[in-house]
């Protein structure tokens, strides 16, 4: 067996406030939706109607959203799943200070820009829906030598 993708599938309360917020502010772009009446696919927003699913790209991130209605119907166990969770979606990107700025106006932040000890510059915010992303970007480590004793 090869996996060729992982794309977590998120329980959502509104699926288009969701994509807005992906969309609008992160940059991610629309795929396809589902309209809940008629489960009509849409590949345009806004949709005519309320959405049960979509799916939302930003290069090699891929996430969907789907409503706990249309999420219990297929999978029972999601009828008392709280949404938002103890889950960390963690993405890798570039100029995260750009993204940092850009973004604390539209989202809590729960932990600002700070640099990791293993090579990472971090921060973590939480989307609408309670879910955490970290952001990281690489960063140039410094080496350091042990002294030599003299």
Do not use: W
């Not at 090869?2 to 940059?27: H, K, N, Q, S, W």
């Not at 806004?46 to 979509?54: E, R, S």
């Amino acid at each position: 067996m090869t996996i060729t993708r992982a794309t977590p599938v998120l329980m959502v309360e509104d699926v288009g406030r969701t994509v807005a917020f992906y969309c609008d502010v992160l940059g991610f772009a629309f795929v396809v939706g589902v309209v809940e009446a008629g489960r009509e696919t849409v590949t345009t927003r806004p949709a005519p109607g309320p959405m049960a699913f979509a799916l939302v790209e930003y290069g090699q991130a891929r996430f969907m959203f789907e409503t706990r209605a249309a999420l219990a119907g297929e999978l029972p166990r999601f009828a008392e799943t709280k949404v938002g969770g103890s889950l960390i979606l963690y993405l890798d990107c570039t100029d995260l200070d750009g993204l940092y700025a850009r973004l604390s106006e539209h989202a809590p932040f729960l932990k600002a820009p700070h640099n990791t000890f293993y090579g990472t510059r971090e921060c973590s915010f939480q989307d609408p829906n309670g879910y955490v992303l970290t952001f990281a970007e690489a960063v140039a480590k410094t080496t350091t030598t042990p002294e030599t004793p003299a």
